[in-house]
């Protein structure tokens, strides 16, 4: 049963403007999250995370937003750029294991 | 640091035969995973090693997935027999602690034929 939920498989936005890709989860216990980023043919990369403790952190153009009541969490990215086309994979933690969701695939236009 | 590393990059294989995925971790790193890629379960952990010990199994999906970690720097995933099912992308992943973000290899692309 997936626990952590991206409901977009895909998302298109201009280049200057702002990409938002959304996040659920359903197992409360979950006390750690984080944004992953992934080119074709590589790895994920770690991006941002936030604490359960926080609703918000920031990192240069990218923020990651946590609403805990709600269970959902966004990363927003400003100005989005061409080279931030890839797949973003939002993960859930407690204790060692990274829950992992299906992952957005964002193109970011010219 | 080189990062996490994995051989092969890529394994094509027949049906029934043994397959070996190889992982070295980073150095210091005492926490190791191996997760498997498809297009319907996403990125689902197979097992998880702290201290060369393994914690969770839970993950793997049938006695024909084994996975060692004989010392700190060395792991592998053996599938025996391989099956087409078993087609997907297998990361390695390491971490230096709890509650910060786990460094991934670039994955081994397995495909049975």
């Known amino acids: 049963d997936q626990q952590v939920k991206q409901n977009s498989p895909s998302l298109s936005v201009q280049e200057g403007r702002i990409s938002i890709l959304n996040c659920d989860y359903t197992n409360s216990m979950f006390d750690y999250f984080l944004w992953y980023k992934k080119y074709p043919a590589e790895g994920p990369t770690f991006l941002i995370s936030?604490?359960?403790?926080?609703d918000k952190n920031e990192d240069g153009r990218f923020t990651v937003f946590l609403n805990k009541s709600a269970k959902h969490l966004s990363l927003h990215i400003v100005p989005s750029q061409p080279g931030d086309s890839a797949v973003y994979f939002c993960a859930a933690q407690s204790g060692y294991a990274l829950n992992f969701g299906k992952g957005t695939s964002l193109l970011v236009t010219p | 640091d080189a990062g996490v590393i994995q051989s092969p990059r890529h394994e094509v294989t027949e049906m029934g035969q043994e397959v070996t995925l190889r992982c070295k971790p980073i150095s210091g790193h005492n926490s190791l995973f191996w997760y498997r890629q498809t297009m319907m379960r996403g990125l689902e952990l197979l097992i998880y090693f702290n201290n060369n010990v393994p914690i969770d199994d839970s993950g793997m999906p049938e006695d024909r997935f084994s996975a060692k970690m004989p010392n700190a720097s060395f792991s592998t995933l053996k599938i025996q027999p391989s099956e087409p099912r078993d087609s997907a992308v297998y990361f390695c992943?390491?971490?230096?602690?709890?509650?910060?973000?786990?460094?991934f290899g670039q994955g081994t692309r397995l495909t049975v034929v």
């Open positions: 992943a390491s971490s230096g602690q709890t509650y910060t973000e786990a460094f």
């Open positions: 936030i604490s359960s403790i926080k």
